[in-house]
C-alpha cells in the first residue's frame, strides 16, 4: 500500500541552526510533491513545489531536495527562528485520470529554541 | 492577495443534524477541494470538484456527505446526519490547475455532539 512518512518525533533545534526534516514515500510515483507549513489550528499553508524532474528548489531561506530513486525529500530551514516553530507537512499527489489527489504526511513538529 | 475563506470557523451541532460547510475559493481558480483533520491526526482528502461534478472522491466521502457549488463563487460541503465521528476540522482549497498548488482556507471546526 502507498506510504507518506515523515519524521514522527517533534524536532528540536537552536536558533540560527539549519533544521532538515525528511519525506519518504513508498509506492508511489508521485508528479511532484509539496511542502506545507501547518500552525495549532490552521490550515495548511504552501511553501515549496518541487516536480519529478527538479533536483532542487528554493524560496529565501527554505530549500528542498527531490529523489525519485530513493523516493525522499528532504526540506531545509536555513538560520532558523522561532517564528519558524510550526508543524511541516510533506504532499504527494496521487495524480489519477488527470485530477489531483494530495495525499499529506502526518507532519513533523518543528521547534525552534531561542 | 487572494485567500481562501471558510464559514463559520466553528460548528457546534447534535448527532443526526445536518451541516453545511462553506467555502469561497480564489476567484479565478477552477478545482476545488476538502478535507477534513481530525485531532491530532493527519490532514485527509475527501473530495475534488471540477467542471461543476465529483471528480475524484476518497473512501471517506460517503453517501453522507455532498458538495456543491451553489453559484459562481461558494463551494459547500453538506455532511447529513452528523456522527460523533465526524467531528473534525474541515478544510477547503483550490487551485487554479489540476496540477498546480493547492491554497487551503482557514478551517471550519466541526463538533458533533
Known amino acids: 500500500s502507498q506510504k507518506i512518512e515523515q519524521n514522527s518525533e517533534a524536532l528540536n533545534i537552536q536558533e540560527g541552526k539549519t533544521a532538515t526534516l525528511t519525506c519518504n514515500y513508498t509506492?508511489?510515483?508521485?508528479?511532484?510533491l509539496q511542502w506545507y507549513r501547518q500552525d495549532p489550528g490552521r490550515g495548511p499553508v504552501f511553501l515549496l513545489l518541487i516536480r519529478e524532474n527538479e533536483k532542487e528548489k528554493r524560496k529565501e531561506r527554505l530549500k528542498v531536495t527531490f529523489d525519485t530513486t530513493l523516493k525522499q525529500s528532504l526540506f531545509h530551514i536555513t538560520a532558523s527562528q522561532p517564528a519558524d516553530s510550526a508543524t511541516y507537512l510533506c504532499a504527494l499527489d496521487l495524480n489519477s485520470g488527470g485530477y489531483q489527489k494530495v495525499t499529506f504526511g502526518t507532519g513533523t513538529k518543528l521547534q525552534v529554541i531561542p | 492577495e487572494p485567500e481562501v475563506t471558510q464559514t463559520p470557523s466553528h460548528q457546534v451541532t447534535q448527532m443526526g443534524q445536518e451541516v453545511i460547510l462553506r467555502c469561497v475559493p480564489i476567484?479565478?481558480?477552477?478545482?476545488f477541494y476538502w478535507y477534513r483533520q481530525i485531532l491530532g491526526q493527519k490532514v485527509e482528502f475527501l473530495v475534488s470538484?471540477?467542471?461543476?461534478?465529483?471528480?475524484?472522491k476518497s473512501e471517506i466521502f460517503d453517501d453522507q456527505f455532498s458538495v456543491e457549488r451553489p453559484d459562481g463563487s461558494n463551494f459547500t460541503l453538506k455532511i447529513r446526519s452528523t456522527k460523533l465521528e465526524d467531528s473534525a476540522m474541515y478544510f477547503c482549497a483550490s487551485s487554479l490547475g489540476y496540477t498546480d498548488t493547492q491554497y487551503f482556507g482557514p478551517g471550519t471546526r466541526l463538533t458533533v455532539l
Open positions: 476567484s479565478n481558480h477552477l478545482y
Open positions: 509506492n508511489y510515483s508521485p508528479a511532484y
Open positions: 470538484f471540477y467542471n461543476n461534478e465529483i471528480s475524484e
